[in-house]
């Protein structure tokens, strides 16, 4: 078969819908890789070489980036220092900023996330996200959104029963469904927590009761606000200077205006200029002046005189400002100096003498609401217990005859659902995928299939059904095409053609067929002719005979005609794939 051909009707270089993606990886010094730089495409990313020649080391690379284990043996014999660089981008980077926030790392710039990790061997490792410097944590947290592996020895996302419950109401379009059951839960825990607080308040003695309203009534009294308070203590202030004010104002008041005076002297220079004015005409504008400051100094003697009876106060009013700032003080120095905090204080009072009030009364309130709220939570479980039950009917129904496809022709899938009677925040069941290779055999958890190779096929099946709404965008197999062949081989390839519709999908393949339907081609080559053994990676899918010849090895023999004639077919008579 053209596995090309068949390729090319579900994905076209150069028109992925996908773009969110790995873009950029450098790698120095890992392993036995020296340095390389590579660059992908969104799609289907095959990755090819003989058995031993280090495929591993890619995907070593980005598993690093993904928070993976650093360990100082991978560091390249003769080197100091490993590194691992990335540019990632997101068509929309809103739930990795999210991260990046909380984290307080730079966000992405136009969706644009680079990720860098080194280690050394006798000196601290340094991570940085977006040019900050972060943590091997912060990697693993961002790694969750962008990257999921399936082959032996790494963390597969699926296998965990939380993601399998979220990957199921995605594929059953449950959005709804769940958001109703979650706010009926929110409630129902919200009133407990209410029960809870209510149930381990202090219960008050009638003192301490008639103490809080005491101090409550101070507070009303008051009129608190940050207008009222600022215009008490500056009246409060007036009043304790008052004398000195009232002497100040006088003095100032007589010194400019009083018989003693500045107006005197100063209508005596006036006279003197308007004879100069007589003399010499071109001085009017200095006499004007000099009548201004005169109209001036009159003015403020009369605003100080204003000054010093204002500030006589009678003997009632004296008393009530007294009174108010005393009491002012008295409820800041216990409750804050601010208006805003006494007022919380006020509240926090109020409520406390209000709940004291009838507690028993209160919590039998809150307890009938509890038990409908939590009727309310549980029926909406049950809705949201029998929609997912039906998801994961047509879930099966239509993963099964791919699973036939890749090699399990008498399997058995089903979507478990188990009762935990104590309502969580996704319902009040636990979801997981259970499964059987063979007729006979027990049903069991995914996480329990002992063969990589087996469960790299079953999650390459249910990736292929579950690829529009699994927001990963990266996607890494490894180990699929294990003890697989002929037309098994060519249905993984051709399931992951599928996925890369809606995904960036990197395989590490010794199948031909497979890697024949890939839009990239990375072929791994280890050199052991000098002193030293060595790894390189480079793309070939732009060099037709490149490619041809490397699937022909992989078919048997790169020189044999049957087998580049093979290779060609596989790629369409040449085409890239």
């Known amino acids: 078969m053209k596995w090309a051909a068949f390729f090319g009707a579900f994905f076209k270089p150069g028109a992925v819908e996908t773009f969110s993606m790995l873009q950029y990886l450098r790698i ?52 100091d220092t490993c590194e691992v660089e990335a540019e990632l981008h997101f068509e929309d980077s809103a739930r990795i900023d999210a991260i990046l926030e909380e984290a307080g790392i730079p966000l992405c710039e136009d969706g644009t996330l680079i990720l860098r990790r080194q280690f050394s061997r006798d000196k601290a490792a340094r991570i940085s996200v977006n040019g900050a410097l972060a943590t091997a944590a912060n990697l693993q947290a961002l790694g969750e959104l962008w990257v999921d592996f399936h082959g032996p020895n790494e963390p597969r996302r699926l296998l965990r029963p939380e993601a399998q419950v979220d990957l199921l109401d995605a594929f059953g379009r449950l959005d709804k469904e769940l958001a109703a059951y979650r706010k009926e839960y929110q409630a129902w825990r919200g009133c407990l927590a209410g029960i809870d607080r209510l149930s381990s308040e202090e219960r008050l003695q009638p003192d301490q009761i008639d103490f809080l309203r005491d101090q409550i009534r101070k507070i009303d009294a008051l009129e608190i606000s940050e207008e009222a308070m600022a215009d008490l203590e500056r009246d409060f202030q007036r009043m304790t200077r008052a004398q000195d004010i009232l002497e100040g104002a006088n003095a100032l008041s007589e010194g400019l205006a009083g018989d003693e005076g500045l107006l005197d002297p100063l209508a005596v220079l006036i006279r003197r200029a308007v004879e100069l004015v007589e003399a010499d005409p071109t001085t009017a504008p200095l006499l004007e002046r000099l009548q201004s400051i005169s109209i001036e100094v009159a003015e403020l003697g009369r605003e100080f005189s204003s000054l ?54 209160n919590l039998k309130r809150l307890r009938t609401e509890a038990e409908a709220m939590e009727k309310a939570a549980r029926a909406a479980a049950v809705e949201l217990g029998r929609k997912r039950a039906k998801a994961g009917a047509e879930l099966v129904k239509r993963t099964k005859p791919l699973m036939a496809e890749l090699g399990f022709k008498k399997a058995a899938l089903e979507v478990h659902l188990e009762a935990t009677r104590a309502l969580g925040p996704s319902g009040d069941s636990r979801v997981e995928l259970h499964f059987s290779p063979n007729v006979g055999e027990p049903m069991l958890p995914l996480s329990k299939i002992a063969s990589s190779g087996e469960l790299a096929r079953i999650l390459l099946a249910l990736k292929t059904v579950l690829a529009e709404v699994d927001d990963i965008p990266v ?62 990676i480079r793309k070939i899918h732009e060099e037709a005979d490149e490619r041809v010849g490397e699937l022909a090895r992989m078919l048997g023999d790169r020189k044999a005609k049957s087998a580049i004639a093979h290779a060609r077919e596989m790629l369409g008579g040449g085409r890239k794939g």
């Not at 010093?308 to 106060?313: G, I, P, T």
């Not at 409750?335 to 009072?349: H, I, T």
């Open 475 to 536: 996607l890494i197999f490894d180990e699929v095409d294990a003890n697989v062949g002929g037309e098994i081989g060519g249905a993984v390839g051709e399931k992951m053609a599928v996925i890369a519709r809606d995904h960036q999908v990197f395989c590490v393949t010794h199948l031909p067929q497979v890697a024949a339907c890939a839009g990239q081609h990375f072929v791994v080559e280890k050199d052991q002719s000098g002193k030293r053994a060595s790894v390189s």
């Open 308 to 361: 010093a009876s204002d500030v006589s106060f009678d003997e009632e009013t004296v008393e009530d400002v007294q009174r108010r700032m005393n009491s002012w003080l008295e409820v800041s120095r216990r409750y804050g100096r601010e208006p805003a905090a006494v007022l919380d204080a006020r509240a926090s009072m109020a409520k406390r003498v209000a709940d004291q009030g009838d507690i028993d009364g």
């Open 28 to 79: 120095r010094n890992l392993a036995l890789l020296d340095q390389v730089e590579l660059e992908f495409a969104a799609g289907f990313v095959a990755v090819t070489g003989e058995t031993g020649a280090g495929k591993s080391i890619l995907l070593g690379a980005i598993s690093l980036l993904a928070g993976g284990r650093a360990d100082k043996t991978l560091i390249r014999q003769g080197a």
